[in-house]
Nanobody, 119 residues
């Protein structure tokens, strides 16, 4: 099992920046991919960005391309999401998630961290 704990959320004005962190523990050697998801009130959960855990390949939702950057530090077992040029529509609870090598879905989830962007 992999345990995930997010941090770094908060309140920021439009145009500002935040960096989210996700600390992973447990069987991290079994992770294939990690991702950031978000869910705003009344909306479906959206995958924001994905990264190959032991690689460098990344993928982004069109809504955040050019503004958000996903990265990781394998030595620290930590995932990051640098969010720049934030917009009010980025307001949501952000979750990190891990997909194991032997599963086809994101089976480990953090508790979530609130990001609020004021206009």
């Amino acid at each position: 099992q992999v345990q995930l704990v997010e941090s770094g959320g908060g309140l920021v004005q439009a145009g500002g920046s935040l960096r989210l962190s996700c600390a992973a523990s447990g069987r991290t050697s079994n992770i294939a991919y990690m991702a950031w998801f978000r869910q705003a009130p009344g909306k479906e959960r959206e995958r924001v960005a994905t990264i190959v855990w032991f690689g460098s390949a990344t993928n982004y939702a069109d809504s955040v391309k050019g503004r958000f950057t996903i990265s990781n530090d394998n030595a620290k077992n930590t995932l990051y999401l640098q969010m720049n040029s934030l917009k009010p529509e980025d307001t949501a609870v952000y979750y990190c998630a891990a997909q194991r090598r032997d599963r086809g879905d994101f089976s480990s989830w953090g508790q979530g961290t609130q990001v609020t962007v004021s206009s």
